[in-house]
């Protein structure tokens, strides 16, 4: 199975972790945060990063999901990769993440590029018509 590795600002990786908790009632195995604090030095973090792929990565690769493509994250995220075993995603949000976990034993190729695709696809502009649709009905007053 694929681990997971989101390498992101703190506290947001932690935070995405724990959404998927709150989803799926437990912690899904093989997935692990790296929160960048400020003022950190890169060369620390990128050491902590190639730690925890060992913990997450049983031999069928990883993916790393990283937040902002270019920051210091990112810049570290891209150190982790390696050809046709570990791949990096930019733009990690909580879909992306849970598409990643609920289809992470296909290959590591097909699973990135099925996370660009639902990356895509989950972000869009939500009208008042469709809100206003799918909101719980307002209580009443008495």
């Known amino acids: 199975m694929i681990g997971i590795l989101v390498v992101s600002h703190e506290p947001f990786g932690s935070a995405l972790i724990r959404c998927t908790r709150h989803v799926f009632g437990r912690l899904p195995p093989q997935l692990a945060a790296l929160d960048v604090v ?28 990283t937040d902002v493509y270019g920051a210091t994250p990112s810049r570290i995220a891209t150190q982790l990769a390696v050809p046709d075993r570990v791949r990096v995603v930019a733009g990690v949000n909580l879909p992306m993440l849970l598409k990643a ?42």
């Open 38 to 65: 400020p003022d950190e030095n890169p060369e620390t973090a990128l050491n902590c990063g190639r730690e925890l792929l060992v913990r997450i990565n049983d031999g069928s690769g990883a993916v790393v999901l």
């Open 101 to 142: 976990l609920q289809n992470r034993r296909m290959p590591v190729d097909e699973l990135v590029e099925s996370l660009l695709d639902s990356g895509r696809r989950s972000i869009r502009a939500v009208d008042a018509d469709e809100s206003a649709a799918s909101a719980p009905p307002a209580p009443r007053t008495p």
